[in-house]
């Protein structure tokens, strides 16, 4: 039986991720500083939760000693807009708590591992010099988060050098139920906000790189899967990349009454808005996405009217 640890376990896309894996038949281990079991209530009696701190090395050396881990996706992180507020712990969290999750992985003899990075290692361009990046572009953080990304992606070359499997996806937009911080949040509000009878302010340039939360997971437990010859890779995922007045025509489309307000800033917040990522690698590898951009805004409404 293979035991995965999922860090974040219980976070808005490691719950989705727990729940693949108990579906393919999975041993899986939650570990969370703050678990937030309503989450994967559904399948509470089919996982372990642990709550911990990726920044105490001795709470994750249990972990593995404990369950005998085979596989880690790691997802736990401080989000873009806190990791600018507290950059001491953004750095405990993103870097160091990483750092302890890649060497106990290492030390176990983990054979596959799943690192989550984002679009933001690709930098903010101007909309004038918008382009489409593969996994070869340069990156170029200019936000903590960012960084941070950059160090746990050079973190996981140096790992796989041991022998595991390191395979790190960078996340564009991802929107879904269940989403309640991060610096392109937006994009999940314009879907909610209005689902809820409350209007919503969104800014309008740019095109984000849309990620429904489903396909967020279901890229992480491919990897996980599905790779495991060795070595260090890179993948995008993005499932269309559209503007946001695109989602509020969907959105208008099905909730006639909905006060979206489209301004004509930009999202200071979301340093990689402009990039447009080249998915092909990814889908080279096996896995495309299942929703596009209306598909997952209308599984995001059915969602909340099954919450």
Same mark, same amino acid.
């Given at each position: 039986?293979?035991?995965?640890?999922?860090?974040?376990?219980?976070?808005?896309?490691?719950?989705?991720?727990?729940?693949?894996?108990?579906?393919?038949?999975?041993?899986?281990?939650?570990?969370?500083?703050?678990?937030?079991?309503?989450?994967?209530?559904?399948?509470?009696?089919?996982?372990?939760?642990?709550?911990?701190?990726?920044?105490?090395?001795?709470?994750?050396?249990?972990?593995?000693?404990?369950?005998?881990?085979?596989?880690?996706?790691?997802?736990?992180?401080?989000?873009?807009?806190?990791?600018?507020?507290?950059?001491?712990?953004?750095?405990?969290?993103?870097?160091?708590?990483?750092?302890?999750?890649?060497?106990?992985?290492?030390?176990?003899?983990?054979?596959?591992?799943?690192?989550?990075?984002?679009?933001?290692?690709?930098?903010?361009?101007?909309?004038?010099?918008?382009?489409?990046?593969?996994?070869?572009?340069?990156?170029?953080?200019?936000?903590?988060?960012?960084?941070?990304?950059?160090?746990?992606?050079?973190?996981?070359?140096?790992?796989?050098?041991?022998?595991?499997?390191?395979?790190?996806?960078?996340?564009?937009?991802?929107?879904?139920?269940?989403?309640?911080? %991060?610096?392109?949040?937006?994009?999940?509000?314009?879907?909610?906000?209005?689902?809820?009878?409350?209007?919503?302010?969104?800014?309008?340039?740019?095109?984000?790189?849309?990620?429904?939360?489903?396909?967020?997971?279901? %890229?992480?437990?491919?990897?996980?899967?599905?790779?495991?010859?060795?070595?260090?890779?890179?993948?995008?995922?993005?499932?269309?990349?559209?503007?946001?007045?695109?989602?509020?025509?969907?959105?208008?489309?099905?909730?006639?009454?909905?006060?979206?307000?489209?301004?004509?800033?930009?999202?200071?917040?979301?340093?990689?808005?402009?990039?447009?990522?080249?998915?092909?690698?990814?889908?080279?590898?096996?896995?495309?996405?299942?929703?596009?951009?209306?598909?997952?805004?209308?599984?995001?409404?059915?969602?909340?009217?099954?919450?």
């Amino acid at each position: 039986m293979t035991t995965y640890l999922i860090t974040g376990g219980t976070g808005f896309i490691g719950a989705h991720v727990a729940r693949r894996l108990v579906e393919r038949g999975r041993e899986v281990v939650l570990f969370d500083v703050a678990p937030r079991e309503d989450r994967v209530a559904d399948v509470r009696d089919d996982v372990t939760i642990v709550q911990g701190d990726i920044r105490r090395p001795e709470q994750l050396a249990r972990v593995f000693e404990t369950h005998d881990i085979d596989r880690v996706c790691h997802l736990a992180s401080l989000l873009g807009a806190e990791s600018e507020e507290d950059p001491p712990r953004s750095i405990g969290i993103n870097v160091e708590g990483t750092s302890y999750v890649y060497d106990l992985a290492a030390t176990h003899g983990v054979e596959r591992f799943v690192n989550t990075s984002s679009i933001a290692v690709y930098g903010y361009h101007p909309p004038a010099a918008v382009e489409r990046v593969t996994e070869e572009a340069p990156r170029r953080p200019n936000i903590l988060y960012a960084s941070c990304k950059l160090v746990n992606e050079d973190l996981g070359k140096r790992y796989a050098e041991s022998g595991m499997t390191v395979s790190t996806v960078r996340f564009g937009s991802v929107f879904g139920p269940g989403r309640d911080t %991060g610096a392109s949040g937006f994009t999940t509000a314009i879907v909610e906000k209005p689902a809820r009878g409350d209007p919503v302010t969104v800014p309008g340039i740019g095109e984000p790189n849309w990620v429904y939360v489903e396909d967020a997971a279901a %890229g992480v437990v491919h990897l996980a899967e599905e790779r495991g010859d060795g070595g260090y890779e890179e993948y995008n995922l993005a499932s269309e990349i559209a503007p946001l007045r695109r989602a509020a025509d969907l959105v208008r489309d099905r909730i006639p009454d909905a006060d979206i307000t489209i301004t004509d800033a930009q999202p200071e917040t979301l340093p990689g808005v402009w990039m447009r990522m080249d998915t092909s690698k990814l889908e080279a590898a096996g896995f495309t996405p299942a929703y596009d951009l209306e598909a997952g805004i209308e599984a995001h409404l059915a969602a909340l009217d099954t919450a």
